[in-house]
C-alpha cells in the first residue's frame, strides 16, 4: 500500500514508525544518490543519509508545504553533507576569477554515461572540486550563495567551479574512450 | 558567454543526466536510524520525567509556600484576637440554652439557641455584629451571620456581657447561616496522576547477569555469525513516565484529620535496553533476551540449540499496576483554598508487564504476575503529598496533589537477579463532591 506524502507527514508528526520507515523507503534511493555526490565513498554517503534522516523525523513537525516533502528532505541531506565536508574541504589555492568564460564547445555525451559512471566521477574530483561543482551545477545554487554558504569568496568559488569543469570533461573524455575501446574489444 | 549560458549547457547535462538517479543503501542504514529514533523516544520519555518532576517540585514549594504565610496569618489573628477580645466576640459554648424569654426550654417552638457569644460590651448597650464571623465549635464552624445582638439583661440569666445568637426557627436559621465543607464528613472523587517512575534498577555485574541468563543455558548457542566465544550480557532498566486514573473517598475523622483512600490503575512506561536477541525456529520472531524475561517458559522448555546474536536494542516496558491507597491527612488550611498534608501506604498489585520493540522487528514479550514472574504480585510503596483545593462549586473542589511515593517494600521476587526500588515525584489533580 503506497501513502500519499501528506499521509506519511502526519504519521511521521505521531512518530509512526511503520510510517518512517515507508517514507525512508520511498526517498531512501533518491536521497543516497545525492549524498554519494558529496563524497568518494558509499560507507561516507550512508553515514550522511542516516544523521540526514534523523533529522528529517526529528523536525519533520516544522515542515511547511510551501516546497515539497522531496525538495525539504534534500535540502537537509545537502546541508548534513555539507557539514560532513566542512570539517575536511581543503580548496586548493587558486586564482581568484571575476568571470568564467567557455574556453570551448566539447558537446559531452554525458546522458550517454550510467548514474554509476558519473558518480564515479564526481567521486573522483577533490573534495572543494566536488562540492562546489554539486552546489553549483546540480542543486544550482548561484557563486555567491556558495560563497556565502562555504564562507568562501565568490571568486573561490568561480574558480573551483571552473577546476572542476575542466576535470570533469576530461574524465568524460577518458571514460568515453575506456568505453569505445572496451566496445572495441568486445567486437 | 555568461555564467547562465554555461548553466544552460553543461550543467543541465548534468541536472538531466542525475535526475531521478536512484541506488540503493544498503540495510544497516535504516537499522541505524530505527536505533537512534528508539533512543530519541526513549530520551523523550526521559525529558517528560524530567518536566514532571520539576513541576512537582514547583508544586511543592508554591503550595508550602501558601501554606506558610497562611499559618502565620490565622496565628498572627489569633494573637490579634486575643489582644482584641476585650471588644470582639467570643464563643462560648454553652450545651443548652434558655430561649429569649428566659425558659428553659431549648427547643420549644422550633427554636433554637447554638450558641452564645461572650461580648464584654457597655451594659444596657444594644448592640450587633452584622458581619462575618468564623466560629468555630467542636462539630461545627459557621461563617455568617447577619445579627448578633446584645440581649443585656432581658429575661438571661447570664452575665450581662454574655449575648447570644436571636433565637429564630431552625429552617431560618439555616438559611442564615451557612455550613462550610470542611464540616461535610464524607467525600468522593476521581482523579488523574502523572508521575516520574524511576524503577533504580540495580543489576548484578556483568559477568553475574551473563552467568544466570546465558551459561546456566546450556541450549543458548552464540550464531556462528557472530563468533563462537560467549558474549555479555548488558541490560538496563531507565526512567519513564507512570500515570494513573483512580476513585478516591475519604472521611473527616476528627477536627483536622482526614482517612482518605481508593483504587487506581496504572501505567509506567520505562525503557528496556538489552544486547541479547535470541532466535528459535519456534518463535515467528527473534526475542529480546533480558533478566526480566529469564523465567520464560518458552525458553526454558526447549531441549534443542537456540542461538543469540548480540545486538542492542531499546524495548518500551509498559508496567500495569492496581492501587490501593491509605492515607492519613491532616488539615493545615480550610477556607476556600484548602491545604492538607498526606501520608500513607500504597498497596501495589502487579498486572503484568510488555516489553516490546518499538521497532516491531522483535517479539514482543508479555509478563503476567505468578511464579515465573521477576516481580511480586503484591508490593508497597510510601507516599507523602500536600493536597490542595479550591472549592469551585459548593460540594465540588478541584484537587491538586504534589505527592512522592518510593517504594518500602520488596518489588523484585527473591529469585531475581537484579533489584528495584522504584519511586517517582508526580503531580495528580481531580474532584471531589463533598456528601452533607
Redesign the interface.
Known sequence: MSFSDEELIEGCRKHDRNMQEKLYDKYARSMFVVALRYVKLEQEAEDILQEAFVKVFQSIGKFRKDSTLSYWIKRIVVNTALNHQRSKLYLYPMVDVTDLKKKGDEADAISSFSHQELLRMIGELPDGCRTIFNLYAIEGYKHFEIAKLLKISEGTSKSQYSRAKSLLKEKLRLYAKIGYERVGDQG | ???S???DS??K??????E???????G???E???R??AN??ASRYKRKAIIYKYAAVVAILVAVSVSIPSNWIRKGASDQFVAQKENQPTLVSIPSLPNANGSDDAGANGISYNHIISFPAEKDEEKSADKRVDLYTDQHTYELFTSISRKGSQGLDVDLDQFWIDPVPDYSFSSVVSQRNKYNRFWAGVGLGSSSFDPNYQSNTTDEVTSAVLTSRPHLVKDTKGGGSISSVSEEISEGVNFQLGLNMGMRIANRWTLESGMQYGEAMLTTTTNIVVENRHFARSVPLSSEASNLESINRTQEIVEYVEDDVVLNNTFHFASVPVKAGFIILDKRVNLRINAGVITNFYLGNTLKD???SLATIELSPGDNSPYRTVSFSGHAGLSVGYRLLKNLDLMVEPNYAQSIHPFIGTSSNFAATPSGLGLSAGVRYNFK
Open positions: 558567454m555568461n555564467g549560458e554555461i548553466r553543461f550543467e547535462q548534468w541536472q538531466e543526466a542525475l531521478g538517479a536512484e541506488l540503493s543503501p544498503s544497516r542504514v535504516w541505524q536510524i530505527d537512534d529514533l530519541a523516544d518499538p521497532t516491531k
